[in-house]
């Protein structure tokens, strides 16, 4: 009877050991040293207590994504207005549980964040990718949601095709030729200010347009604009085509031309009438109906 009593005694004691407490998602970042400048983020943006009592889901970037996002450090995130910061931070997030198993496999599906625009989610047998930014891991899990990490900030976009080029003071010969192209074909500025469909554009610099024979604004503008329709166009494809989707291969130009794609070292592209590829300059800067590539040369038809 005594070895029983010992023996039920110390059942009972294990059972009243107090269970781990429940951490939240705020918990969670906070607990993450990689996530320091996103836990300061969401506590300088009023988002603490929303993310503490309501399901979400959130594509965190890392401290090395906010600071390849030009954010040294949380202070850096705080030169932003607060209502800025907000924004930024719920189109990174979701507001019901997303495991990367539900994740939808295919390219480029539009998911709507807590900001009300959409990210863009590819997932393949290998990787998943959120526009620009590849998913490092998954399902780091908290008592009401999901943590996807991730490796870039996610920009959301205010501004369409032409409009970012219209705002980059190195891109001026490339809206000069769209603005003559227009003339002769209405299809290049349509492409480049739709609402309804979402295009990739190549933007060679001024720079790069100067290389290919045009040494000036009002050369562009003396040029036959179905030339320079063709030209453009060349530099259009009818795709969201983010970095991390993009592999080596063809694809076709809204002008029916082939573009030669290459990410062995970087980003390349190469027209058919090119000796010599492209590099990508600057990449995935998000439209509101595309995305831009900055690159350093025409793709010539």
Do not use: W
């Not at 599906?109 to 989610?121: F, K, N």
């Not at 009002?218 to 991390?244: G, W």
């Amino acid at each position: 009877m005594a070895l029983l009593m010992v023996g039920f005694m110390g059942a009972c004691t294990d059972n009243t050991t107090p269970p781990p407490p429940r951490q939240t998602l705020v918990d969670v970042v906070a607990a993450n040293s990689n996530f320091s400048i996103l836990r300061d983020a969401i506590e300088y943006a009023g988002l603490s207590s929303d993310l503490r009592l309501n399901t979400v889901t959130i594509f965190a970037p890392t401290n090395a994504a906010f600071q390849a996002a030009g954010f040294a450090d949380p202070a850096a995130v705080k030169t932003l207005a607060t209502g800025t910061v907000r924004s930024l931070l719920l189109y990174h997030m979701l507001g019901f549980n997303v495991p990367a198993s539900a994740l939808v496999v295919g390219k480029n599906t539009a998911v709507p964040t807590l900001q009300g625009g959409d990210i863009y989610v590819t997932k393949t047998a290998s990787a998943v990718s959120v526009n620009n930014a590849r998913v490092t891991a998954t399902d780091m899990r908290a008592e009401n949601g999901l943590i996807h990490t991730i490796d870039r900030v996610l920009m959301p976009p205010t501004l369409n095709l032409l409009e970012i080029a219209q705002g980059d003071p190195s891109l001026t010969y490339l809206v000069a030729a769209a603005t003559r192209a227009a003339t002769g074909n209405p299809a290049v500025v349509s492409a480049l200010t739709s609402t309804s469909n979402a295009f990739t554009v190549f933007a060679p610099t001024n720079e790069a347009f100067i290389a290919a024979g045009f040494p000036s604004i009002a050369s562009i503008q003396a040029a036959p604009a179905a030339t320079l329709a063709a030209v453009i166009l060349n530099h259009v494809v009818a795709d969201r085509a983010f970095s991390p989707t993009l592999a080596n291969g063809n694809v076709t130009t809204a002008g029916s031309g082939q573009l030669a794609v290459d990410v062995s070292n970087g980003v390349t592209v190469k027209g058919n009438g090119n000796t010599m590829a492209s590099k990508v300059l600057k990449a995935d800067i998000l439209a509101t109906n595309g995305v831009v590539h900055v690159i350093d040369r025409v793709l010539l038809p």
